[in-house]
């Protein structure tokens, strides 16, 4: 196993909810900037929500705004991704990522650590 270890994802219906976890225990996660991306098939990878490193420092991918949630616990070394909502194109294959460089919006420019991908399938 990598430095972050990624639970959650399956099957859901249309409408129906799920949380993506992200384990990073070996990091001192509050010196990163973390992150969540997701490809579909045939499709680029895309920044679905960041978090930088100081409050208030956070990107929503436009069509998930107001119906996901990033946040991060670094005493625990936990990352999280809460998806309500959900509708068939937020199926894709979900990644969380960890850097030490971010982009210009708080997102972590994916040189560093990388989850292993859960998927995330939503039936209509």
């Known amino acids: 196993q990598g430095p972050l270890v990624q639970s959650g994802g399956g099957l859901v219906q249309a409408g129906g909810s799920l949380r993506l976890s992200c384990a990073a225990s070996a990091l001192t996660l509050n010196f990163y900037s973390v992150g969540w991306f997701r490809q579909a098939p045939g499709k680029e990878r895309e920044a679905v929500s960041c978090?930088?490193?100081?409050?208030?420092?956070?990107y929503y991918l436009d069509s998930v705004k107001g119906r996901f949630t990033i946040s991060r616990d670094n005493a625990k070394k936990m990352i999280y991704l809460q998806m309500n909502r959900l509708k068939p194109d937020d199926t894709a294959v979900y990644f969380c990522?960890?850097?030490?460089?971010?982009?210009?919006?708080?997102?972590?420019?994916?040189?560093?650590?990388w989850g292993q991908g859960t998927q995330v399938t939503v039936s209509s």
């Open positions: 990522a960890a850097d030490r460089g971010y982009d210009g919006r708080h997102c972590p420019l994916g040189n560093d650590f």
């Open positions: 978090l930088g490193m100081d409050v208030g420092e956070t």
